[in-house]
Each structure stands twice: as structure tokens, then as C-alpha cells.
């Protein structure tokens, strides 16, 4: 997530970069509900896609959902992006968090779980913004406003390490172990980006550890199952074997 601006009609380095990355990937390698999710992102911040409004109209922050009650926002939030290079870096980690969930938990499972990590985590960016503005009495935290699909990817990067038996993973260059990878790209990613979005990456990390660690993620889990008539199977060192660090 970040801070938003007005939609730049038109290709852009970014957009190049994002068809050269899935080139490079093979096309055929990326799942369908992932492959649809990359170009209907993309599709939508270059304006081939017609909606009527512009990026910086749905950005999300606790003013907007608790006072306006913009509903509009809380939910297109998280698929609209503030500049290519940001639609890029969110594509190409979609790509392969998808590419690695996807196959697992079926296309159907995948498409339904990632809508309902999208409303997490607008809830909980709303969540965190109004606690912290309560906490500290810091009024921007309250009316900063995001956009942007990395809170679900931070979201899914909790659900790709809970699916893998523990390993190292390199963040920024560090190799670290996968417990804590999430919380060392947290912090290298507000240090070194000044425009992210700190409360709308650890919103995704906590909808993450909820959907992983608690009873929540077996109620997610069986919803889509009886939606769909799929199931949910995790790898064997799945969630509640786990702990939280």
C-alpha cells in the first residue's frame, strides 16, 4: 500500500517491465485466477478498464470507512495502484506467491480466499489506523489514506511460510529464518521506501497469522469449502503446530 495519486493513463516502464517478468515466467506457469488478478490490476491502472473513478478517489484510511462510510473504497482499495513501478513490484510477488498457493488450494479455493483476505485487511488497516490515532493522538494516522494490493501479498507471504517446512529466506539480501522473514521485509520496506504504507503492510501480516494460528483460518477455510465443494488441504507443518515467532 501507498499513498495515492491520479491515475496515469497509458503504458508506462512499469507495465513493460511487469509483460517482460510474465514472459519470462511463462505465461502458461501462472495459474488462472493469478494470471487474471496481474492483468485485471494492470488492465485497471493503465485505464483500459473504464471505471468511474480515479485512484486517488478509493484510497482507504479509517476517516473515509468509519465517518464517510465509503464502502466503495474499503473494498477497491487494495486492486488500485499509485505508480507503475508499484503495480510492477505487487504483480511480479503475486506471480509467484500465486504461482505457489494457487495449485494447491485450487484456482476456485484461491480466488475466494484472496477476496477474503482483501476485506481483511482493509478491516484491519481501519483497525490499526483508529487504534494508533487513539494510542498516540496522532491525527494522521486516522486520515493518511493507501492503496495498493501488498497488504494481501504480505497476507499471502504469512500463508506461503506457514506452508513450508522452516527454512531461510533472503530479505533485502539477509538470509533469515522464515518466522521472522515477514517482520524483517516489514521493517527494510518502511526504512527504504518512504511512501509504503507501514500500518497497511503489518495489517497483512496480522490478517496473515490470523488466517494461519488461530481458529479463524479453519472457519475461512470450511466457508470456502462448502461454497465450492473444494478442500483446503495444508502441508502438514500448517498453523496450529506452529507459533507466532
Known amino acids: 500500500m501507498r499513498n495515492t495519486r491520479r491515475r496515469n493513463q497509458g503504458l508506462e516502464y512499469g507495465i513493460y517491465l511487469l509483460g517482460m517478468q510474465a514472459m519470462n515466467y511463462g505465461l502458461d506457469k501462472i495459474p488462472p485466477v493469478t494470471l487474471i488478478g496481474v492483468i485485471g490490476q494492470a488492465l485497471l491502472y493503465v485505464g483500459l478498464i473504464?471505471?468511474?473513478?480515479?485512484?486517488?478517489?478509493?484510497?482507504?484510511?479509517?476517516?473515509?470507512?468509519?465517518?464517510?462510510?465509503?464502502?466503495?473504497s474499503f473494498v477497491?482499495?487494495?486492486?488500485?495502484?499509485?505508480?507503475?513501478?508499484?503495480?510492477?513490484?505487487?504483480?511480479?510477488?503475486?506471480?509467484l506467491k500465486g504461482g505457489y498457493l494457487e495449485p494447491k488450494y485450487y484456482s476456485i479455493n484461491f480466488g475466494i480466499l484472496i477476496g477474503i483476505l482483501s476485506l481483511g485487511c482493509s478491516t484491519m488497516y481501519v483497525a490499526l489506523s483508529y487504534g494508533l490515532m487513539q494510542i498516540t493522538a496522532d491525527w494522521n494516522y486516522y486520515t493518511t489514506c493507501?492503496?495498493?494490493?501488498s497488504a494481501v501479498l504480505f497476507a499471502l507471504k504469512v500463508i506461503v511460510i506457514c506452508e513450508e517446512r522452516d527454512r531461510l529466506h533472503d530479505v533485502g539480501g539477509f538470509r533469515v529464518p522464515s518466522k521472522i522473514a515477514v517482520w524483517v521485509e516489514l521493517i527494510l520496506i518502511h526504512l527504504l521506501v518512504p511512501n509504503a504504507s507501514f500500518v497497511g503492510h503489518l495489517g497483512g501480516i496480522l490478517v496473515g497469522c490470523i488466517y494461519c494460528y488461530t481458529f479463524i483460518?479453519?472457519?475461512?477455510?470450511?466457508?470456502?469449502?462448502?461454497?465450492?465443494g473444494k478442500p483446503i488441504i495444508h502441508e502438514e507443518p500448517f498453523y496450529r503446530r506452529r507459533s507466532w515467532f
Not at 477497491?76 to 506471480?95: A, W
Not at 493507501?146 to 494490493?149: C, N, V
Not at 483460518?217 to 465450492?228: F, H, K, L, P, R
Open 217 to 228: 483460518g479453519t472457519y475461512i477455510d470450511n466457508i470456502i469449502y462448502s461454497i465450492t
Open 76 to 95: 477497491v482499495s487494495n486492486f488500485e495502484h499509485g505508480s507503475d513501478m508499484h503495480l510492477y513490484y505487487n504483480m511480479v510477488s503475486f506471480i
Open 146 to 149: 493507501a492503496i495498493g494490493f
Open 50 to 72: 473504464q471505471v468511474p473513478w480515479n485512484s486517488e478517489d478509493v484510497c482507504i484510511s479509517a476517516l473515509k470507512i468509519i465517518k464517510n462510510k465509503d464502502w466503495r
